[in-house]
């Protein structure tokens, strides 16, 4: 079975461009999370979906953070205008029901 | 707050030495513990749930345990394979589900 699908890998881009992050939960999951992780600050959990509607987004830094799931397969988390401290790690995770979060291999940002 | 502390932040182990890693949690409406494990470059992978305290799960050399303010995560005789960091997660809910992680221990098993 595949697993939780991030894309890209690795980022890298100027401050003030816009950066988008993708994600392909596991089909069947009806939950849809995004993380992001910092050594300072470990896993912070940003907002959670459920059957594509975003219940908790008080995680989310600032309104230059948006993150979207247009349908069950498919999610983007969107940085406008990005900061040099929004670099870190950020992953994608989905769950069925309530149960345990599968993660995917996350996308490495560095704004420069 | 709701709050979780991992301890000891790193761990160096020779092979078949048995140890106990720590997740303390201060939070109000715990709906269940998960412990996880990282390996450089990867997403956490899943290892167990623990929902009520005297909870016990294992698995492998690995087994966690559940008590009302902590929860253990026991690795017997362990391999230098185990070699990972090891995160714990509390699920509380205050209206909605939060998700809330320690900061995690960094285990290394010397051959």
């Known amino acids: 079975d595949a697993g939780v699908i991030q894309s890209p890998r690795h980022e890298v881009t100027e401050m003030g461009q816009e950066v988008t992050l993708r994600c392909k939960p596991i089909?069947?999951?009806?939950?849809l999370f995004w993380y992001r992780q910092t050594m300072m600050r470990g896993l912070e959990l940003l907002i959670y979906f459920n059957n594509n509607v975003p219940i908790d987004d008080s995680g989310m830094p600032e309104d230059r953070f948006s993150a979207k799931m247009p349908n069950a397969s498919f999610s983007t988390l969107k940085i406008q205008p990005s900061e040099p401290r929004d670099s870190a790690v950020y992953f994608c995770a989905s769950s069925l029901l309530i149960g345990p979060q599968h993660f995917g291999d996350g996308t490495r940002l560095s704004i420069l | 707050e709701d709050q979780v502390t991992q301890s000891p932040e790193a761990l160096r182990l020779q092979e078949g030495e048995s140890s106990s890693l720590n997740c303390s949690y201060t939070v109000s409406g715990l709906r269940g513990l998960f412990w996880y494990r990282q390996d450089p470059g990867k997403g956490p992978e899943f290892l167990f749930t623990l929902y009520s305290a005297g909870e016990e799960k294992e698995k492998e050399r690995l087994k966690a345990t559940l008590t009302k303010k902590e929860s253990f995560l026991h690795i017997t005789a362990p391999k230098p394979e185990d070699s990972a960091t090891y995160l714990c997660?509390?699920?509380?809910?205050?209206?909605?589900?939060?998700?809330?992680f320690g900061t995690g221990t960094r285990l290394k098993v010397l051959a």
């Open positions: 089909s069947g999951h009806d939950y």
């Open positions: 997660a509390v699920r509380v809910t205050s209206g909605t589900y939060k998700y809330i």
